[in-house]
């Protein structure tokens, strides 16, 4: 198989599971759908706390030592989060997703506009923070296979049919981000030539975990976090492993 095939069966699965959402979810009651955005909510925290255990991971506790770690992820939350800020990363992923649904629809209702953002933002951050989407994607590139990725293919369409059932068309459009995304790290894959060292995974990882707490937050309706301001965090983590190991 080709560099990259991970990433257009992602699609194509994101593309079917939030075809079959939508036409379900005009079934549905408010209330149903309130309820499978909250079961989603409850998942994606189950999937951000084992993904944020990674702090307690050996391999990056050896590389910087033991009390580095959560300094790690705390320092690249607290920089990426300014950076992203300072780039207005939220803002500018909110206008881009009502540019999308005006394109792709025109429609210019208030609400539909509001659940359309929603659905793209959430899903997008969904199913681009994960460790899957970073380590699949360069192995993919690398060409160790891209088992990994289709893995969280089949994972990712039942998740669209889910998020498609109550916030419609705008989690179609996060497929535009999967290829944005997914396909850079592959690109970076195909250029690295091997894979990040364990210890800077498990930051990114444990970083990324945090930033799904963020994203379960938001689809429980608890508060609405910036979450696509703290991207840059999964960039800082591993700068941060490697500036901790040079002084350990």
């Not at 210019?108 to 659940?115: K, M």
């Not at 995304?181 to 990882?205: E, K, M």
């Not at 609405?224 to 040079?246: G, K, T, Y």
Request: glycine share 12%; net charge negative.
């Amino acid at each position: 198989m080709f560099p990259g095939i991970g990433t257009v069966v992602n699609v194509a699965t994101v593309l079917v599971g939030s075809v079959i959402g939508v036409l379900v979810g005009h079934r549905l009651s408010q209330r149903t759908r309130d309820v499978v955005t909250d079961a989603l909510g409850l998942v994606t925290l189950l999937i951000a706390g084992t993904s944020a255990m990674a702090v307690l991971s050996p391999e990056l506790s050896d590389e910087v030592g033991d009390s580095a770690p959560m300094l790690i992820v705390l320092g690249s939350l607290l920089l990426g989060g300014i950076a992203g800020s300072l780039l207005r990363l939220e803002q500018r992923v909110e206008g881009f997703g009502g540019w999308l649904q005006r394109r792709l629809s025109g429609d210019t209702d208030s609400v539909e506009r509001a659940r359309f953002i929603e659905g793209f933002v959430v899903s997008s951050l969904v199913f681009c923070t994960g460790p899957l989407t970073i380590l699949g994607s360069l192995n993919d590139g690398l060409g160790n296979g891209a088992e990994q990725i289709l893995l969280k293919s089949v994972l990712d369409g039942f998740a669209a049919i889910a998020f498609a059932a109550s916030f419609g068309w705008g989690v179609a459009a996060s497929a535009v981000t999967i290829v944005v995304v997914q396909g850079g790290l592959t690109l970076v894959g195909v250029a690295l030539g091997d894979v990040l060292p364990d210890a800077h995974l498990a930051a990114i990882t444990a970083a990324g975990g945090l930033l799904l707490v963020g994203v379960a937050l938001r689809l429980l309706r608890i508060r609405e976090l910036p979450v696509a301001d703290l991207l840059p965090a999964l960039v800082v983590a591993p700068l941060l492993v490697e500036l901790a190991a040079a002084l350990h």
